[in-house]
């Protein structure tokens, strides 16, 4: 039993050792002050200060890479990665696909979670707006319009109008969130069967009611048109993940 019960304990500590490592190798990015694009130091410099071997640092530097930290490139060097959510949109992909396939909550909290971030800032987006970001919007209605009249889905055209409604707030970590949450919603579209049974002209309409709202200043209207636009893709989860 000893020997058996040693076994998850001694993982549990290479694991927690290996997190430790990561940790270090992090605080010494921002010990250094060093900025994305920015050389780290070389695996043999990095092996002395932190007193590791290079077997259990290259594990760690490998673990930073996937985490989108760090940015290796062979033949150069590693460096300091630019913002980078690829770890996130990957792993919240999954998280909603493999709901998909049971009781469907991980999709359905990420559409409260994008409904919640677009709801709740349209009304400072709209204080921001100029008629160009208003042309900007407009264009991509027209867009799926076109495609909409054309029998045509408009994936794109639909991600580009939730983006440049957000544009005027020039928060570009929002702008980084929201497509992360397009790229989820992308994947799980086309689990949830692509455009099948979705009524493309009423779709491109209630892009065209949002606009108008916001083109008219009505803040509470826009909020409402965007709410019940997720609304509509809530539902769509809803059915597919029914018996």
Known sequence: MGAGGALPHARFSAQARLRALQADI??????????????????????????VGRNTLRESLKVLQALGVIEIRHGFGMFVAPINFDALTDG??????????????????????????????IAGA??????????????????MEALAGAGETFVEADAQFHRRLFEPLNNELLLSLLDVFWQVYRRLYVELGGAGGVDLLAAAAMHRG?????????????????????????LRISQAISP
């Open 26 to 51: 992090m605080d010494l990015i921002l010990e250094r002050e060093l900025e994305a694009g920015d050389p780290l130091p070389t695996e043999h410099e990095l092996s002395a200060v932190l007193g």
């Open 92 to 121: 919240l992909t999954f998280r909603g696909r493999l709901s998909l396939r049971h009781h469907g909550q991980e999709a359905l909290q990420l559409v409260d979670v994008r409904q919640s971030l677009e709801a709740g800032l």
């Open 126 to 143: 709209m204080d921001l707006m100029t008629p160009e970001h208003l042309m900007a919007v407009e264009e991509a209605v027209l867009r």
């Open 210 to 234: 949002i606009y108008d709202a916001v083109s008219t200043g009505d803040r509470v209207l826009a909020a409402r048109r965007l709410n019940a636009h997720f609304d509509g893709i809530r």
